[in-house]
C-alpha cells in the first residue's frame, strides 16, 4: 500500500513508500484511510524540527488529522462493525497516573507517543490497524467535514477547560479575542460563538480568502486585521473575558497580557517558535494577575472525551450553520500526487487534505 513517509530530523524528505497492509489482532480492527488533514505539525516534521520514527523503522509515516472506514474486525472487537466511519485519537499514553486516567493529554511524564509525530507511525497510508479504544464513530450527517475532528479537539478542550476552571467564580463570559484564523484559530472562534459569545477574530494576512470571508459573514464573527487595525487601541475600556492565542506569535502573546481584563483567562493554544526576547515588566504582571484573578492556560492534545464532545459540537454547527465546516478544505491532493511542494503550499491554505480513493 503506499504510504506517505518522511525521515525524521532531517530536511524534506517526504515521498511515497510501498509497504506491506499491517495485519490486525483480535482485539484491533483495520481501517481503509478515505482521507487525511495535514497540518504545521506535518510540515515543521518535514523540516526536521521534530518527529520520531517506530523503533527500528528509518522512516515515519506522517498525518495524524485521520478519517476512514473499517475494513476488517478482529475476532474480539465488539463496538465496532465494518463500514463504521471513524477517526482516531493521536497521543498514545504512559504508565502515569494521568494517561492511566484517559487523560493522556495531560501526561505526567512525557513519555507518551503520538501517531504520526512521536515513535508512531500516522494515518496516511492507504490502510492503518488501531484498537477501537482509540477510535471514534463519526455519525453520517458530519462525514464531510470529519478529517476536521482532530484539530477540532484542540478548540473543543479549549473552551472545555476554560469553562470548567472559571467555575472558581459566577461567570458570565461575553466576549472573546481569538488571535489566528488558521484550523485551530478559526474552529475555536466558531465554537466560542457557538457558545453565545461575541467573537473577534485577529489576524494580519494581507488578503482574506473567499473561504474565510464566508466563514465569518455565515457565522457572524468579527474580523479584525491587526496590520490595518491597532488592537490594543481597539479594545481599550473593554471587558474581554476569554483571549486564545493560536499564533504562535510571541509578539501575540505579549498583545494578550495587555488586552485580558479582570477574572479573564488566555488561553495559549500554539508552540511559540524562535527566541524574542521582551522586557516585560514581571512585577507588574503578578500585580495584575493577582488584583484580577486573572488566569493565562496552556493547552495541548486532546484525549477521547474531546472527541466525543467534539462530534455532538460538529453536528451542532452543521445544524445551525449548514456546510460551513466544508469549507474549511480548500485543497484536496491526492496521495500519489502528494510532495513536499504541497507541504509548503499547505501553509497558505485553510485546510489541504490528502485523499486516498
Ligand atoms: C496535534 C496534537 C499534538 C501536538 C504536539 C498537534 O498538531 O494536533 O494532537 O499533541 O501536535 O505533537
Given amino acids: 500500500m503506499k504510504a506517505v513517509v518522511i525521515e525524521p530530523l532531517k530536511e524534506n524528505t517526504l515521498h511515497i513508500e510501498n509497504v506491506e497492509i499491517p495485519e490486525i489482532k483480535d482485539d484491533e480492527v483495520l481501517v481503509k484511510v478515505i482521507r487525511v488533514g495535514v497540518c504545521g505539525t506535518d510540515k515543521e516534521i518535514n523540516e526536521g524540527l521534530y518527529g520520531e520514527a517506530p523503533q527500528g523503522s528509518k522512516f515515519l509515516i506522517l498525518g495524524h488529522e485521520s478519517f476512514g472506514k473499517i475494513e476488517k474486525i478482529g475476532a474480539d472487537v465488539k463496538d465496532f ?40 507511525n500516522g494515518y496516511m497510508s ?6 477501537p479504544e482509540n477510535l471514534v464513530h463519526i455519525p453520517d450527517n458530519i462525514k464531510e467535514e470529519a478529517v476536521l475532528l482532530e484539530p477540532f479537539t484542540i478548540a473543543e478542550k479549549t473552551v472545555i477547560q476554560v469553562f470548567k476552571i472559571q467555575q472558581r467564580m459566577v461567570w458570565e463570559p461575553k466576549t472573546a479575542i481569538v488571535f489566528g484564523t488558521g484550523p485551530v484559530g478559526l474552529l475555536t472562534s466558531i465554537l466560542l460563538k457557538l457558545k453565545g459569545l461575541n467573537v ?10 473567499d473561504a ?122 491526492k496521495v500519489s500526487d502528494f510532495n513536499n511542494s504541497d507541504l509548503q503550499k499547505a501553509n497558505f491554505e485553510l485546510k489541504t487534505v490528502v485523499e486516498f480513493e
Avoid: W
Avoid at 86 to 105: H, L, M, Q
Avoid at 200 to 209: G, K, L, M
Avoid at 297 to 315: E, L, P, R, T, W
Fill in 200 to 209: 473577534y477574530a485577529v489576524d494580519r494576512t494581507e488578503h482574506i480568502d
Fill in 81 to 120: 462493525k465494518v463500514g463504521d466511519m471513524v477517526v482516531a485519537t493521536v497521543r498514545r499514553g504512559d504508565d502515569c497516573i494521568n494517561c492511566v486516567a484517559g487523560e493522556s493529554d495531560m501526561c505526567l511524564t512525557g513519555n507518551y507517543k503520538e501517531r504520526g509525530i512521536k515513535g508512531l
Fill in 212 to 333: 474565510k470571508a464566508e466563514i465569518f459573514k455565515r457565522i457572524g464573527i468579527n474580523h479584525i486585521n491587526s496590520k490595518q487595525e491597532n488592537v490594543i487601541d481597539k479594545f481599550k475600556g473593554m471587558q474581554i473575558d476569554i483571549i486564545a492565542e493560536a499564533t504562535g506569535n510571541p509578539i501575540v502573546f505579549n498583545e494578550c497580557l495587555q488586552l485580558f481584563g479582570v477574572n479573564s483567562v488566555i488561553a495559549l493554544l500554539s508552540v511559540t517558535g524562535g527566541n524574542f526576547k521582551t522586557d516585560i515588566d514581571v512585577a507588574k504582571l503578578n500585580y495584575d494577575m493577582v488584583l484580577n484573578n486573572k488566569l493565562i492556560v496552556g493547552v495541548v492534545n486532546a484525549n477521547k472525551s474531546y472527541f466525543i464532545s467534539g462530534i455532538k459540537d460538529m453536528q451542532e454547527i452543521r445544524d445551525k450553520y449548514g456546510d460551513i465546516l466544508e469549507k474549511f478544505i480548500t485543497r484536496r491532493v
Fill in 126 to 131: 492507504e490502510y492503518y490497524v488501531e484498537k
